[in-house]
Nanobody, 128 residues
Framework: QLVESGGGLVQPGGSLRLSCETS????????IGWFRQAPGKEREGVIC????????YLSESVKGRFTVSRDNAGKIVYLDMASLKPEDTAVYYC???????????????????????WGQGTQVTVSS
């Protein structure tokens, strides 16, 4: 029920915008997480946004470079990535957590536990 798009090949220092879209429910009641997994590595929480209080949780590795935003219709969440590095290469996943029943916590942005929906992922490759 979540579909990511926007991945691709980008040179180091470049920028990319990923989208996470749903057509079956509104994201206005959901906390959103972006996670990534590189080959041979564990899944890593990148950035999360609580819709209840607007709190944003960021991995240290992307601070100052990645931002998250939402469209007004509650259907799309964006991950804007700038100053990309080869180590940002990974499959990127978005996930949604019901914030009517729960409250997105910082630790969930690390573990990925408790999210209700996940997308299928989109590949981002940073290489010259």
């Amino acid at each position: 029920q979540l579909v990511e798009s926007g991945g691709g090949l980008v040179q180091p220092g470049g920028s990319l915008r990923l989208s996470c879209e749903t057509s079956t429910f509104t994201l206005n009641y959901y906390g959103i997480g972006w996670f990534r997994q590189a080959p041979g590595k564990e899944r890593e929480g990148v950035i999360c946004n609580s819709n209840r209080d607007g709190e944003v949780y960021l991995s240290e590795s992307v601070k100052g470079r990645f931002t998250v935003s939402r469209d007004n219709a509650g259907k799309i969440v964006y991950l804007d990535m700038a100053s990309l590095k080869p180590e940002d290469t990974a499959v990127y996943y978005c996930a949604a957590l019901d914030e009517i029943r729960n409250f997105l916590r910082a630790d969930q942005c690390v573990t990925g536990l408790g999210f209700d929906y996940w997308g299928q992922g989109t590949q981002v490759t940073v290489s010259s």
